[in-house]
């Protein structure tokens, strides 16, 4: 890709800016166009010619400043002033060294992916994610919710604290121990309950490993 040539390259410039058509980077990739202000080589806009199928037929925009679109003045309510669709392939927001902030009378976040290994939404951070309603907070599911922390978890009804289950079982530290005869309110003809003997097999393999 180094030794790309190209004998149609044609551009036009001053000082303060050049346009090109043809243009060869220093990889070896053709951009059908390029804008680049005159003032620093890092800012430009280029249509890419050929590449990885990433890059091919790509655009790029570089630009040392700040990067701003602000659109929709016209637009009628409900209706996308904005909109950015990735036919295939992610879409990926970063701030190597700042914030990602989304703002907005109401946000929606949708995962519509079929059943199976798709349609999930993970939020996961190295410290501490915050979660504060000034109403309410409602968390469902149709199968299975849960909470579970390592050292502490707090329950806290200021007001009221309401807990239902069709069946409710609870467990202290004495009686997930290996030496425990486990519930005695079993129904099962077994020393413990199921959650008992899963609970103490979560103990054991910390003790282990």
Known sequence: MADTKNYHTIGYGT??????FGHIHEDGVLSGFIARNGHDPNHYITLEASGEPHRKHGTICRSPGSFQVQAGDNVPPNQAGIFFDSVSGDIILRASKGR???EA???????????GTKGNITVEANDTVLINGKQSVDIRSKISTKLASEKTVEVIGNGILNIYGGLIESMDGS???LSAKGSKLCPLPTPAT???????II???KTVT
């Open 15 to 20: 000082k303060d800016g050049e346009i090109k």
């Open 100 to 102: 990602i902030r989304i």
């Open 105 to 115: 009378q109401d946000i929606d976040i949708i995962a519509t992916g079929g059943t």
């Open 175 to 177: 009686t997930d121990a």
């Open 194 to 200: 199921p959650r008992e003997i899963q609970q103490r």
């Open 203 to 205: 103990s054991f393999l």
